[in-house]
Structures are given as structure tokens and as C-alpha cells.
């Protein structure tokens, strides 16, 4: 077992954490997937408005891959497709008030383990959470055609008051966890890698086979399964690393060891936007109102994820696909008369503007999501290496590059190699407002198209 202690990174002290136990909410009257949070999928549809399914049915599939599948998380009628710009599908929602469930080829513990590639990549497909497999770099699904160098899984998220194992596996997953394992083990002919966080454990990853472990501990983005890869086992040359968080590897193995496609899911309702923070159990994609409860008076944004690289949405839309997370926030951000005169005692800063910032937060502050200023040049002042995590990488000059329209010297400066969280992070801090997360996806899409 390897130990790494991460040193660069921030633990964003906002408030609206949920904790508790998780309640369990009735089955709501939709459910949706959003086939544009999964990059590189292209969704062509199994079924039309109003035709009935059942709770795993086939809803779509992936142009390039048509047995790359996705199913249904209710029994009922698929209710509607909404298409965005250029008739791109954006939601995908299914009425429920439906009987039956779809059932697929199910497989005992021997049969997975030591099971060929190509029956591992039949079988995962079927299930319908291919999906939750993404590669490094890019960060886009994974194609089962290629082979990773290594697939790393990842059982910690330090972002922005997320959920991590402890709310996310039972202790009694064991058994699903081991039959996901050895899976997604047979699709690569190098390691599997498992990471948690140093000193928590959990029961249910502790015994299984197969895997070499790696424990993390340090700020935010110690968590990250892209920073994880870096510092574990960085993809060489051309190849690539997989990933995927521990609770989906659990998902996988129930699917696959019961024939069946798991619709419950674990959300977080957080952020002073919600009235009373919370974790709930639903169904994959319940509406966003239906797991956070009542929010707060006047305009609040809705973000499904991390407030560092989550989606803002309206908030009649519906819980993502991967992330386990709804966070709210107050539009409204307070001002006061001559507010940069004042010691503000009661807010936190991270550049010690304020008298608070020269001591350590030793609470939650309610952070809103205030530009406060313009938009300038990028000042040189070495704040953003704190941020990243990933070595020998000067993300002044990377960014520089991407801005440029230089993909080469990109490349050279680690266009492939930081993480969408370490430049989350840098937009976090940045005293110039610039949107480095943005940035990046930018430079990453220009070099795919020219590569």
C-alpha cells in the first residue's frame, strides 16, 4: 500500500453540508437522463414519446456503439425529449406509474471472475452503466474497443461538501463491490488501482482481491481520481487510464450478479439555497425539487455536482447521471457601503483581504456565487501552482498557451495532464475572474480537432 500526502489544493469552507441519515423519499412521477453530460456519447433513441417501459428498458443507445445502452430508472410512458441547439437531445424523461421490470443476462461470482474481455465488455454493456467508465485524459466515456493501460477506482471525493463511500456503499456491498471488481478488471492487461482516503477505511472495499492500494489524504483535490491517476500511474504515451468511483463499481456488480438494472440512488441536498440540507434515497435522475425539499426565498441557482465543476440548471430539471450532488445557492449577494475598507471579521478570504484570513477557518461561510469585479489580464503571482496538484505543471504559462491558440506548447505545459478540479480550483482563487475550467475544455476541444 502507498501513502500520498498532497500539500497543494484548497478545502473550500462553505456552508450547507447535509448530514444524517439518508431518508428515504417516494418514487417520484419522473425521472431523466441528460445524454449531454456524458461526453463523447452521441444518443440515438430506443423507443419514441409515449411508448411504454418498463424500469430498465432500453431508452437509448450510443450511435457508435449501439450496445452501449442506457435504461430506465422507472416503469410508465417515456413522456417527452427535449432537444436543444442543433436538435441536440438534452433531457430524456419518463413518466412512471408503470408495472415490470427488464431483465438481462445475469452472472454468478465464479462466472466473473476470470472472465475473457470480450464477455467482460458484453456483459458491463448490458447493464447499462458502461458510462460511469472515463478515461484520462479527456475525460470523456470510454470506448470498449480500446484497452487501458490500468483503471484506477477511485473511493474518496474531497469536492465541495460531497458524498464519499461512507454515504454511498453499505457495509453489506462487499459482495456486489468484489463482482464489479472483477469485471472491470478483466478489460485491461495492467492493475486495478483502489484509493481511499488515509484512516477511513470502509468495510465493504477492505477485503476485496484484485487490486492494489493507494490511501490519499490533504486538501481538495486529494479526492479526484484524475489527480489520483496522475501521481498513481499517468498514462504513457498514447495510452490511457480508466476510471470510476467505488459506489459505481457497486452498482455495476449488482446489476451484473442479479440480472437487473439498480434505479435507487444516494443524493445530497446541500447549500444555504436548502432549507434543510439532507441525504435522501431515490431513483437515478428524480427531479431536482423532489431531493432537495423546500429552498430558500427569491432567485437560488441549482447545480447538479460540485459548485467547482457542477452544471448549473433550471431548477425544474432533473439529478445527474454521475454526480451525487444538488447544490443550492442564493442568486442575491449581500453588499455593503465601503465593504473593501472594512476588517469583515465575519467573512473568509483566501488572499487575506480580510482580518480573517490570516488565521486558519474553523468554520463553514456562507459563500455565494459574487463575481466580485471584472474580468483582467492573469497576474503572474504564483497563486494558481497552490492549486495543482499534478507536478512539474505552470499553469500561468498553461493557460497562457491554451489562450493562444497554441496546442503544442500546450501540450508541452500539461493541456493533458491537469484536471478539470485543479482548474476549477485556480477560477476559485483567481483575482482576475477568468474561467480557467473553461479554458481548459476549450484547449482539449481544439486539440482533439486538430489531432
Not at 478540479?421 to 482539449?444: N, Y
Amino acid at each position: 500500500m502507498s501513502d500520498h500526502v498532497l500539500n497543494r489544493g484548497l478545502d473550500i469552507p462553505i456552508k450547507g453540508r447535509a448530514t444524517g441519515d439518508a431518508v428515504q423519499l417516494p418514487v417520484p412521477a419522473t425521472a431523466a437522463y441528460a445524454p449531454t453530460e456524458m461526453r463523447g456519447i452521441v444518443p440515438r433513441m430506443a423507443v419514441r414519446e409515449g411508448d411504454a417501459v418498463k424500469a430498465g428498458s432500453v431508452l437509448f443507445f450510443h450511435k457508435a456503439n449501439p450496445g452501449m445502452v442506457f435504461r430506465s430508472p422507472l416503469a410508465g410512458t417515456l413522456k417527452e425529449i427535449r432537444r436543444g441547439k442543433r436538435r441536440v437531445i438534452t433531457d430524456v424523461v419518463v413518466e412512471g406509474g408503470g408495472q415490470g421490470v427488464e431483465t438481462f443476462r445475469s452472472y454468478s461470482a465464479d462466472q466473473l471472475d476470470g472472465m475473457s474481455r470480450p464477455d467482460a465488455v458484453d456483459a458491463l454493456l448490458e447493464t447499462g452503466l458502461w458510462a460511469h467508465l472515463r478515461t484520462r485524459p479527456l475525460d470523456k466515456v470510454a470506448n470498449p474497443d480500446d484497452t487501458p493501460q490500468s483503471i484506477l477506482i477511485g473511493g474518496m471525493d474531497s469536492g465541495p461538501l460531497q458524498l464519499g463511500a461512507g454515504e454511498l456503499i453499505d457495509a453489506d456491498d462487499a459482495d456486489a463491490f468484489q463482482a464489479g471488481v472483477n469485471a472491470i478488471g478483466s478489460l485491461t492487461e495492467g492493475k486495478v488501482f483502489l484509493t481511499e482516503r488515509k484512516g477511513a477505511a470502509h468495510p465493504a472495499l477492505a477485503g476485496a482481491n484484485g487490486v492494489e492500494r493507494h490511501t490519499f489524504s490533504g486538501p481538495h483535490p486529494a479526492g479526484d481520481p484524475s489527480v489520483q491517476i496522475n501521481l498513481v500511474d499517468p498514462p504513457r504515451g498514447a495510452n490511457q487510464v480508466w476510471y470510476i468511483r467505488a459506489w459505481e463499481v457497486v452498482l455495476i456488480g449488482k446489476a451484473l450478479l442479479s440480472g437487473e438494472f439498480p434505479t435507487d440512488r444516494v443524493y445530497a441536498a446541500v447549500g444555504v439555497g436548502v432549507q434543510a440540507p439532507r441525504i435522501v434515497k431515490t431513483v437515478l435522475g428524480a427531479p431536482l425539487a423532489h431531493i432537495t425539499g423546500p429552498v430558500t426565498a427569491g432567485a437560488v441557482r441549482w447545480i447538479r455536482g460540485s459548485v467547482l465543476s457542477g452544471e448549473a440548471v433550471d431548477g425544474a430539471r432533473w439529478a445527474s447521471f454521475s454526480s451525487r450532488a444538488v447544490h443550492v445557492l442564493p442568486d442575491e449577494v449581500p453588499r455593503s457601503i465601503l465593504g473593501w475598507a472594512m476588517p469583515a471579521i465575519g467573512n473568509w478570504s483566501f488572499h487575506k483581504a480580510y482580518l480573517s484570513g490570516f488565521t486558519k477557518a474553523s468554520r463553514e461561510y456562507d459563500l455565494r456565487p459574487g463575481v466580485y469585479g471584472g474580468e483582467r489580464a492573469i497576474v503572474p503571482i504564483g497563486y494558481y501552482s497552490k492549486m495543482v496538484a499534478t507536478p512539474d505543471i505552470l499553469p500561468d504559462f498553461l493557460f497562457k498557451a491554451i489562450i493562444s491558440g497554441d496546442v503544442e506548447e500546450s501540450i508541452k505545459l500539461g493541456l493533458l495532464d491537469i484536471t478539470h478540479e485543479e482548474a476549477a480550483l485556480c477560477t476559485f482563487i483567481c483575482p482576475s475572474k477568468i474561467e480557467f475550467d473553461v479554458l481548459l475544455r476549450e484547449g482539449l476541444d481544439l486539440y482533439e480537432a486538430e489531432a
